[in-house]
């Protein structure tokens, strides 16, 4: 679907590459940290994204955000790279537990 969607932008030339959002940022986070990986936080909260278009369907976003497990709730910040999967985004790299 998404292809179909790229064509209609191309030829009708529209810019139709919409950022990923704070909240498909978290999800694909979420995503990834279900798997099991002992490098995800599991109360890692996102709170801002700022994104830039890195190339066809991938973004690098800077990210800030917290640890629910931290009692003082510092913020932290990362880079991360997100890549448009299906209908969703996946998270490339970034936001993983130092």
């Known amino acids: 679907m998404w292809k179909a969607v790229k064509w209609f932008c191309t030829v009708l030339a529209l810019s139709c590459n919409s950022s990923p959002d704070l909240a498909a940022i978290q999800t694909a986070y979420e995503r990834e940290a279900s798997a099991g990986?002992?490098?995800?936080?599991?109360?890692?909260?996102?709170?801002?994204?700022?994104?830039?278009?890195?190339?066809?369907?991938?973004?690098?976003?800077?990210?800030?955000?917290?640890?629910?497990?931290?009692?003082?709730?510092?913020?932290?910040?990362d880079i991360v790279a997100v890549a448009r999967a299906g209908d969703g985004w996946e998270l490339k790299s970034g936001l993983c537990k130092r």
């Open 37 to 77: 990986s002992p490098l995800h936080d599991k109360g890692l909260q996102v709170l801002q994204a700022r994104c830039h278009d890195d190339s066809a369907d991938k973004f690098l976003c800077e990210v800030t955000f917290i640890s629910k497990g931290d009692p003082s709730e510092r913020l932290y910040f």
